[in-house]
Nanobody, 122 residues
Framework: QVQLAESGGGSVQAGGSLRLSCEVS????????MGWFRQAPGKEREGVAF???????DYSASVKGRFTISRDNAKKMVFLQMNSLKSEDAGTYSC????????????????WGQGTQVTVSS
């Protein structure tokens, strides 16, 4: 069974850090784009960070310089290190996978985790 499972969410004060993890099971992630999306209450899901199998990354303007996405293909894990968190970073963070090229549109991804909640207090 193909699954993505996120962990690492929680509550943190503004300026703090969290590290999210996404465990991949049931398929090889090495040929997939892996992405992190987030959704705040009342807002649309948005792309946050993406990583290709070759390690190339892309970030939304709102998180660039603060967040770092990485992957460990051998362990089938994808990580999102989030530093200098702001209140606007709060939301449900989900990892997603698609074959080959990364896309910013959430509906381009067919495989999703259940999400992990991030709360940032000011």
């Amino acid at each position: 069974q193909v699954q993505l499972a996120e962990s690492g969410g929680g509550s943190v004060q503004a300026g703090g850090s969290l590290r999210l993890s996404c465990e991949v099971s049931g398929f090889t992630s090495v040929s997939n784009c892996m992405g992190w999306f987030r959704q705040a209450p009342g807002k649309e899901r948005e792309g946050v960070a993406f990583i290709l199998p070759n390690g190339n990354t892309d970030y939304s303007a709102s998180v660039k310089g603060r967040f770092t996405i990485s992957r460990d293909n051998a362990k089938k894990m994808v990580f999102l290190q989030m530093n200098s968190l702001k209140s606007e970073d709060a939301g449900t963070y989900s990892c997603a996978a698609r074959r080959y090229a990364c896309m910013w549109q959430p509906n381009a991804y067919g495989l999703w985790g259940q999400g992990t909640q991030v709360t940032v207090s000011s």
